[in-house]
């Protein structure tokens, strides 16, 4: 199947011109090597580094869609393999020194 149709039946894109833009423009990595193409071949078992928004999601691929289904359809065809992990940067952690009284 292909990357850009790919993403668009995983929901993780809102269209597949959306999908294609974001392979084109280099955003998409597949197995650790970023593809410029939206007519690259994926299967079960690769790994996809996708951005999000603000995030960037690692996904390992379970099983190829055959078409673009409700959210839960879609979701049970990969595994999300960066849940829970948090950028502290990006989630605004505290750097006060610790024993410091705030006013």
């Known amino acids: ?13 809102k269209s597949r011109a959306a ?4 392979v084109t ?15 690259q071949a994926v299967k ?3 790994i996809l580094v996708v951005p999000l928004g603000n995030e960037v999601q690692v996904i390992e691929l379970l099983a190829l869609p055959v078409r673009r289904g409700p959210p ?3 979701q ?3 595994r999300a393999l960066d849940a ?4 502290p940067i990006a989630a605004g ?9 705030e006013p």
Do not use: V
């Open 76 to 78: 049970g065809c990969y």
């Open 84 to 87: 829970g992990a948090a950028n």
């Open 25 to 39: 423009a280099g955003h998409i990595r597949i197995n650790r090597q970023r593809t410029t193409r939206a007519a």
């Open 72 to 74: 839960a359809e879609a």
């Open 19 to 22: 999908a294609q833009e974001l």
């Open 44 to 46: 079960p078992g690769d």
């Open 93 to 101: 952690q505290d750097n006060t020194p610790k024993g410091t009284i």
């Open 1 to 13: 199947m292909r990357i850009d149709k790919l993403m668009w039946f995983l929901r993780l894109s």
